[in-house]
């Protein structure tokens, strides 16, 4: 998972990062930014291209940062809520390089990226010079060597550093990437202007203070925390979606989203149930119906389960269970192909004979629009 | 070693002795997989399980058995272990089943493969399968039919849905790699180009993909370099991703353009692959071509 700019430098600085000082601000009310200025207010959202989506605002005086944050916050950038900005002394008279460290899966090993043409720019610019390294910190270091020897001779020193801290922090905190830019380079050294930090979430389990960091930020991280907690993934796409999901597997509910959204449906969420950990207990397709059924625009609920393993006959008499304890609502309509289906489908019709069970998706997705015409 | 793949491969099960390890080593055996042995969980177990002999480690394993391949029906904190010590005790094709490796382990157990020369296939994979003659793993056999096309796949369940209505439509597969859904794994879809293209008895290559990682990128460029390509069909989940989120799979993550299906599918395109935006229209394309 990316995490957020704040947190991604908090993490970076832990490694020995230089980072600004910087506010992160919540609610614009009563807030005065410190020292003389100009500032830069930036939207905290996990996503790339922020500059371009008009998520970084330069501001040359106080008037300008309450300006932008009333602007950014309570927005959405990019699908994500805007629940807090990060504000920042703006650096004048700085060079903007670009240096990030990215696991490459084809080596097994680190890939190792830097220009002294940083910032908004290098994200469109795509092709930039890199080395490969294994994962060990020293062998990063000396393949840095080679990109570094096109570096002005006073920044070496500072740029090393920083490949450093960047190897420390990817290889000791298990992460995909570690990425800054810009990363401004000055008389006074290297210091972070951004960062970009994702986060491997199968460490959770083992790292507490990784895991920790992710559930500071319930905001910011609705999905991860709910992963976390839960130990299934739903992911919210749209809190005015009109159609609901229960769904296994990600791929799959992946197509079943976007063969949705092609069809002119708009889904409210995606969710893997992970039906092969429901060990005999309705509790997570209870959890899962009724976070669908708390928000309002939804009109149908589709169950779309392609059973390998699961025993479906178990599975439709969880989900009757479900819908019992729920006291759901809304209209479903159900699709169980694999393992047992039979005995499933004869276990809704029995208990929720209100539930219109079909064989295919695309039968499926017929049923769904006759149901939320009006 | 998936190209010299066959009924008689003798097949390990390491975990055997655990949940997981004893329901699906029958259903393998059941479908025709030559399982010739596996390792315990536990210190306590029997000599033998199900007819299967059950050894203290995969090194005894192999030295009684001869088996060249095996399948980790481990947890993911023991994934690691046990693929470093299934390579170093000479097995030529590791599974690993478990989803949850943690990225940094599943570079270990990538260099360990490749220091060794042996494949491996996972993390977070339902595994691989020789249609209507052996499988490596719990691929539904309702999904599995016989027939020559080639179909590789990130996601688990979005292939099952793939085979199952290539069947329903008259169509089958002749050999069937689940790649897994982590970002760093074992082998990719570029490496399985040269053994499809090489397999006499596969026509077409049906690749199904998703969102995040730049593997669709590295087969694209693998396919526009191959000369007489076989016809290639691609589905790539996650149009509607979220972008910053990972979808249920740990490497389904984009940030900025990175991963994202725009870029996949322009890259396949341009190489030659014909990208299909539904299960059913990819299903009729095969059907067609």
Not at chain 1, 21 to 30: F, I, K, M, S
Not at chain 1, 80 to 100: I, K, W
Not at chain 1, 254 to 280: H, I, S, W, Y
Not at chain 2, 138 to 154: E, I, T, Y
Request: proline share 6%.
């Amino acid at each position: 998972m990316l995490l957020v700019e704040a947190d991604g430098k908090a993490l970076l600085a832990r490694h020995g990062i230089r980072v600004l000082p910087a506010t992160l601000v919540r609610q614009e009310e009563g807030f005065r930014p410190e020292g003389p200025g100009p500032w830069v207010v930036k939207a905290q959202v996990p996503v790339g291209g922020r500059g371009k989506a008009g998520g970084i605002a330069f501001c040359r005086d106080a008037a300008a940062v309450t300006e932008a944050l009333q602007r950014l916050l309570g927005g959405t950038l990019r699908g994500h809520p805007v629940t807090a900005c990060l504000v920042e002394q703006a650096v004048a008279g700085a060079e903007e390089h670009y240096l990030s460290l990215l696991v490459d899966p084809a080596s097994y090993g680190v890939r190792i990226a830097w220009t002294r043409a940083g910032g908004i720019e290098v994200e469109e610019a795509g092709e930039l010079a890199t080395r490969l390294a294994p994962p060990e910190e020293g062998a990063i270091q000396a393949a840095a060597e080679e990109l570094l020897a096109e570096a002005p001779p006073r920044d070496r020193a500072a740029l090393r550093d920083a490949v450093a801290g960047l190897a420390r922090a990817l290889l000791r905190d298990g992460l995909l990437l570690a990425e800054v830019n810009p990363l401004f380079l000055g008389p006074d050294g290297a210091v972070a202007g951004d960062a970009k930090v994702v986060l491997d979430l199968n460490l959770a389990e083992t790292r507490t203070d990784l895991r920790d960091l992710v559930l500071a930020r319930p905001e910011a991280y609705p999905d991860a925390v709910r992963k976390l907690e839960e130990g299934f993934d739903y992911v919210e796409l749209d809190p005015e979606g009109e159609l609901g999901l229960v769904t296994t597997g990600a791929g799959l509910s992946m197509v079943v989203v976007d063969e949705m959204q092609a069809a002119g449906l708009k889904p409210l969420n995606f969710c893997d149930l992970r039906t092969g950990q429901l060990r005999g207990d309705p509790a997570r397709l209870v959890r899962v119906l009724g976070w669908i059924a708390e928000r309002r625009r939804v009109r149908v609920v589709l169950v779309n389960i392609f059973a390998g393993i699961t025993d479906l006959g178990e599975f439709g008499r969880l989900l009757s269970d479900a819908l019992d304890r729920t006291g759901l609502r809304l209209p479903v309509v159900a699709r169980l192909v694999g393992n047992g289906a039979a005995a499933g489908r004869a276990e809704l019709e029995r208990r929720h004979p209100e539930i219109a069970v079909v064989d295919s998706l695309p039968e499926a997705l017929a049923r769904i629009a006759a149901l939320r015409a009006p | 070693m998936i190209a010299s793949l066959s009924a008689r491969t003798p097949v390990l099960v390491l975990g055997l002795t655990g949940r997981m390890g004893r329901a699906h080593a029958a259903h393998m055996r059941r479908y025709g997989t030559n399982i010739v042995g596996g390792t315990a969980i536990r210190a306590d177990a029997p000599a033998e399980q199900d007819g299967i002999p059950v050894f203290a480690d995969v090194a005894a394993a192999v030295a009684a058995t001869g088996a060249q391949a095996a399948i980790a029906m481990v947890p993911p904190a023991g994934t690691r272990a046990a693929a470093e010590a299934a390579f170093a005790a000479g097995i030529r094709l590791l599974v690993t089943i478990a989803e949850g490796v943690p990225v940094h382990d599943s570079i270990a157990i990538g260099r360990a493969a490749r220091a060794a020369g042996a494949t491996w296939v996972g993390p977070s994979t339902p595994g691989l399968a020789l249609p209507g003659r052996m499988k490596i793993g719990f691929l539904p056999d309702v999904a599995l039919c016989p027939g020559d096309v080639a179909l590789m796949s990130k996601s688990g369940t979005l292939s099952y849905e793939v085979g199952y209505r290539m069947a329903q439509r008259g169509l089958g597969q002749s050999l069937w790699v689940g790649v897994g859904g982590d970002p760093v794994k074992g082998v990719r879809f570029a490496e399985l180009l040269p053994v499809f293209q090489a397999d006499p008895a596969t026509r077409a290559i049906v690749l199904v993909g998703e969102v995040g990682g730049v593997e669709e990128e590295e087969f694209a460029a693998a396919l526009a370099a191959t000369p007489d390509a076989k016809p290639v069909f691609a589905i790539i989940a996650g149009r509607e991703a979220k972008e910053g989120v990972s979808m249920g799979h740990a490497g389904a993550l984009t940030w900025g353009e990175f991963g994202t299906h725009a870029a996949k599918q322009a890259r396949l395109t341009t190489a030659g692959a014909r990208c299909c935006a539904t299960v059913e229209a990819l299903v009729e394309a095969l059907a067609a071509g």
